[in-house]
């Protein structure tokens, strides 16, 4: 129990932070060796949140706790006690506040914090340190420099009381009542003997002007304000260097990396509105697919802040966009209900969603490496444009990136332009293959004849990426076209693949196969013809006329397990041994036994290939009989 608070010992409690909670500590204080300083950014980056969340609560709501308290931070060092105090007059806590919100930190992610320090290169200091603020654990970093931290909060609701919240960081905190009649909160630090450059207040105004100098609230050491709280956004731009633009982005995102790109928006007509745009180098994928995405900017009206997940400030396609955004003709009372049908914010959403794309396509013009490194975290975002917003889609379609067959580096994408500039004259279709993954769609069969002649087939692997070709219909006046479709026309040259190195003999056991094949597979196929497509493969399943790919229906039955798909249609290669084969035996016995059993198995080699079985137990007799009949031969040779 601190000596700094006079409370009931009878409203003491005692209380242990889970393992996992124990485990992240340790890490913080015995891992991070250096930028100690770290941890003042992020108890003052706190501190701005609570002043931001009770100035808003302020403009509705005048039942508060001191409504005129002033809204500053006050920083207080002294060396003889060997503390740091930061006082803030924000928001505060209640006790239950507090417990969840300090008292227990797995609700922010700590395990897989811990686990990822752990993994971090035990010299990269700098990699340690982005994971504070991207698993939102900022307040814990206290403990790099503490040796004890005594919490006292009260919050704006005038009937809560004070709370003292108290740890040295060993695995255990108590909660108390606190004496604290002024709401917001105290952070006491007592710095440990090898962090003593913190009780010098000339490093302390330091660290405040390198990596808070952007805070709107006056940051105020022994009496003296420190920073300059003009809001960045409302600077001149050729005022603001690239430091504090990144400084501004993590204190915004808590990324230690710098971020990709930026748009720094000043709007005075026909509305008046700043902005300042970042795109993240990267994002964990739990934010951008959540099952509940939200757009993660900072909304201010008139510099006060008003909320931080307006979602009708850009549309979800570009949800990985986080920064600020301040206008001036909103009212100050305006509330989420009413933002959807506020004519103002139509007009900064239209802005934002322009200058984004803006930022894009000047990234693609002058920097086509920097461009895929953005296309590779946020790609499979950005494609939803295409498919849910039709004013954007040619836009859109421009930045759009496929892996493709005519490229061998795996990690090398095309744009649609590209794919344009390089086709053959007489091509007229945009040709793709949707499948799970890009090694899965190489490695198809439906390939080989577009191989052979030099066919560029773009590689759809994304759940999004048929919705965007329905979306999109075509590119540069080509229409796309799937190349599993029944109805596929390659042109001329199809019947010299079809028919080369077949004699009519071999032509007529052909038709008299595909006769018997469609009688054995009704029911398990729509129909049986002779292949256009194929090379070195027996035999294919394609989607029948008018009917899905397998791609989309796999989609659709991973939405619904009762979807029923459709047949789909059996092509079979003339020229490949084992059809002409079948071809043989069907006219030499066409009551022959095996004949059934490989008809199936012609279907289920190709559902093998795709990693899908219908019928195990079938498949396994059939390999059977032709593993006792191959061994059979094999001994009789020998």
Not at 333 to 362: C, D, F
Not at 378 to 407: I, N, P, T
Not at 488 to 505: C, R
Request: aromatic share 8%; charged share 30%.
């Amino acid at each position: 129990m601190s000596e700094d608070v006079n409370a009931d010992e009878a409203q003491v409690e005692e209380r242990t932070f889970q393992t996992e909670v124990q485990q992240l500590l340790h890490l913080l204080i015995h891992s991070l060796y250096t930028q100690k300083e770290i941890f003042l950014r992020e108890l003052i980056s706190n501190a701005s949140d609570a002043l931001d969340k009770i100035h808003h609560r302020a403009l509705t709501d005048k039942n508060v706790l001191d409504p005129d308290a002033e809204l500053d931070i006050e920083i207080e060092v002294s060396s003889s006690n060997k503390t740091l105090t930061i006082r803030d007059r924000g928001i505060g806590m209640t006790r239950d506040e507090v417990n969840e919100n300090i008292g227990t930190i797995a609700r922010s992610g700590s395990a897989e914090f811990a686990r990822k320090l752990a993994e971090t290169d035990a010299e990269d200091e700098q990699e340690k340190l982005k994971l504070i603020g991207q698993f939102g654990v900022g307040f814990y970093s206290v403990f790099m420099a503490a040796d004890r931290v005594v919490l006292t909060t009260r919050s704006a609701d005038p009937d809560a009381e004070a709370v003292m919240w108290e740890s040295t960081g060993d695995g255990s905190y108590t909660l108390a009542q606190a004496d604290k009649a002024e709401r917001g909160t105290e952070i006491k630090i007592y710095i440990r003997s090898d962090c003593e450059e913190f009780l010098d207040a000339h490093r302390v105004e330091a660290v405040i002007r390198k990596h808070s100098d952007f805070v709107s609230y006056p940051i105020k050491v022994a009496g003296k304000q420190v920073n300059d709280t003009a809001a960045l956004w409302t600077r001149p731009r050729n005022e603001i260097t690239d430091e504090q633009y990144n400084e501004f982005y993590t204190h915004l995102t808590g990324d230690q990396d710098e971020p990709l790109a930026r748009e720094h928006v000043v709007v005075d007509v026909p509305i008046q509105f700043y902005a300042v745009l970042f795109i993240p180098k990267h994002s964990p994928a739990q934010w951008l697919f959540n099952p509940d995405p939200k757009i993660s900017l900072n909304l201010h009206v008139k510099r006060v802040f008003i909320q931080d997940d307006c979602k009708d400030l850009l549309p979800l396609w570009l949800r990985f966009v986080r920064g600020v955004v301040d206008c001036d003709d909103l009212p100050l009372n305006v509330s989420r209900e009413t933002l959807q049908q506020n004519p103002v914010i139509a007009k900064v959403r239209a802005t934002l969603v322009r200058r984004v794309l803006g930022m894009l396509e000047n990234m693609v013009k002058k920097d086509e490496e920097q461009y895929l490194t953005f296309w590779r975290a946020y790609g499979a975002v950005l494609k939803e444009g295409v498919a849910m917003e039709f004013e954007h889609k040619d836009q859109l379609a421009g930045l759009l990136r496929y892996h493709s067959s005519l490229e061998d580096d795996p990690e090398a994408y095309v744009s649609l332009q590209t794919y344009v500039d390089r086709v053959q004259s007489e091509q007229e279709k945009i040709y793709y293959l949707a499948g799970e993954s890009k090694e899965s769609i190489a490695q198809s069969p439906l390939l080989e004849t577009f191989r052979k002649r030099g066919l560029e087939v773009l590689y759809l692997d994304e759940p999004v990426d048929e919705w965007v070709i329905q979306g999109l219909q075509q590119y540069s006046n080509k229409e796309f076209q799937a190349v599993d479709a029944a109805d596929l026309d390659l042109g001329a040259e199809e019947e010299e693949v079809k028919l080369e190195g077949v004699d009519d003999e071999a032509k007529a056991e052909t038709i008299e196969l595909i006769d018997f094949l469609k009688k054995q597979l009704e029911g398990r196929v729509s129909d049986v013809v002779e292949s256009k497509r194929l090379i070195d493969s027996p035999c294919v399943l394609v989607a029948a006329q008018g009917g899905m790919s397998q791609n989309m229906e796999r989609l659709m039955k991973m939405a619904d397990r009762d979807f029923e798909g459709s047949q789909r249609q059996l092509e079979i290669n003339p020229k490949h041994d084992i059809i002409r084969n079948m071809g043989a035996v069907l006219k030499r016995d066409r009551d022959s036994a095996q004949l059934t059993d490989w008809a199936h198995f012609l279907v289920d080699f190709v559902l093998l290939g795709e990693g899908k079985v219908d019928d195990p137990q079938r498949i396994g007799r059939t390999l059977q009989v032709i593993m006792g009949a191959a061994t059979a031969r094999a001994a009789e040779e020998d």
